[in-house]
C-alpha cells in the first residue's frame, strides 16, 4: 500500500528550527519528484519545495528562500525538509507529495500532513 508519512511538526518559537521528514512505502518512490507543499489557516495548498528523483533538482518558494532546504535519501526512502529562522507566518500544515512527473503540479500521492506552529 502506497503511503507517505510525515513528521516532524510542532511548535516552535519564532526564529527557531525544525526538520520535517516524509517516509515513503508501498511505491519505487526513488523513481517519484516529491516535494512539500503547506497550507494555512483559510488559504489554498502552496508549493513551497521540489526535488527531483535523484535530488540534482530543488526549487523553493521565494517566501522561504535562504530559509529552507529540500533533500532526500533514496536509499532510506525518505525526504527531508529542514526549516531554520521560522516565522510566524510559516505556521501551517505541512504534506509531502509525489509525482512521476515534473514540475510538481500537486498530483500523485499524498501524506497525512504535520502541523507546524510558529509562535512569535
Known amino acids: 500500500q502506497a503511503q507517505l508519512v510525515e513528521s516532524g511538526g510542532g511548535l516552535v518559537q519564532a526564529g527557531g528550527s525544525l526538520r520535517l521528514s516524509c517516509a515513503a512505502s508501498g511505491r519505487p518512490y526513488s523513481r517519484y519528484h516529491m516535494g512539500w507543499f503547506r497550507q494555512a489557516p483559510g488559504k489554498e495548498r502552496d508549493l513551497v519545495a521540489p526535488i527531483t528523483r535523484r535530488g540534482g533538482s530543488t526549487t523553493y518558494a521565494d517566501a522561504v528562500k535562504g530559509r529552507i532546504t529540500i533533500s532526500r535519501d533514496n536509499t532510506k526512502n525518505t525526504v527531508y525538509l529542514q526549516m531554520k529562522s521560522l516565522r510566524p507566518e510559516d505556521t501551517a500544515v505541512y504534506y509531502c507529495?509525489?509525482?512521476?512527473?515534473?514540475?510538481?503540479?500537486?498530483?500523485?500521492?499524498w501524506g497525512q500532513g504535520t502541523q507546524v506552529t510558529v509562535s512569535s
Open positions: 507529495n509525489a509525482q512521476k512527473t515534473w514540475p510538481l503540479r500537486g498530483t500523485g500521492d
